[in-house]
Each structure stands twice: as structure tokens, then as C-alpha cells.
Nanobody, 118 residues
Framework: QVQLVESGGGLVQAGGSLRLSCAAS????????MAWYRQVPGKQRELVAA???????SYADSVKGRFTISRDNAKNTVYLQMNSLKPEDTAVYYC????????????WGQGTQVTVSS
């Protein structure tokens, strides 16, 4: 089985920074796309940033210029560097990976809370 485990969430003041990490473990041949999503109560989960296995990235308009997604393919790990945080960034952040074990399947982490105080 494959597990994605996030770390790095917490409480930070507006204008501060946090770095999230997500490590995948288990029987993995390769991981295609990886991404970070976030969700607040009562709203749909939204895509924050995504990165392909080749390193191409995309971002939600709300985080462009403030967040940076990166990955270490050798470690099956994806990162999200979050700078200039705003109270509206408060959410549970989820890691996603499209994992190839033989067949391909989508996997999600358990989520990590990010709270930005004003």
C-alpha cells in the first residue's frame, strides 16, 4: 500500500511563512503529478499548486507569487513553500499524488492544518 504523510502545518501570523512537506512511502514505481489542495469547512477542496514529474508547475491565481511547489523524485516527496501568508490561506492542506505501482491510482494525505492569524 502507498501512504502520503504531510508535515509542516501550524499557526503563523499574517505575513509569515510555512513549508509543507509530503512524503510518499510504500511500493512505488513512479509518481506522476503531485499537488497540494486545501479545504475550509463548508467549501469544496481547491487546487493550490501542482507539479509534474518533469518539474512543470501550475498555481491557483490566489497564491501565485507567494507559494512555490517543488519535489524531490528520489525521495518521493513534494514541498509547498508558503510566503506572505494571509488569513484567507487558513485551511486544511492535502497532498495528492498520482502513483504508479503497476496500475496507476490516486492517493491523498491525511491533511495538515494551516492557520494564519491577522
Amino acid at each position: 500500500q502507498v501512504q502520503l504523510v504531510e508535515s509542516g502545518g501550524g499557526l503563523v501570523q499574517a505575513g509569515g511563512s510555512l513549508r509543507l512537506s509530503c512524503a510518499a512511502s510504500g511500493t512505488i514505481f513512479k509518481i506522476n503529478d503531485m499537488a497540494w489542495y486545501r479545504q475550509v469547512p463548508g467549501k469544496q477542496r481547491e487546487l493550490v499548486a501542482a507539479i509534474t514529474s518533469g518539474g512543470s508547475t501550475s498555481y491557483a491565481d490566489s497564491v501565485k507569487g507567494r507559494f512555490t511547489i517543488s519535489r524531490d523524485n528520489a525521495k518521493n516527496t513534494v514541498y509547498l513553500q508558503m510566503n506572505s501568508l494571509k488569513p484567507e490561506d487558513t485551511a486544511v492542506y492535502y497532498c495528492y499524488g498520482e502513483v504508479v505501482q503497476g496500475p496507476m491510482a490516486d492517493y491523498w494525505g491525511q491533511g495538515t492544518q494551516v492557520t494564519v492569524s491577522s
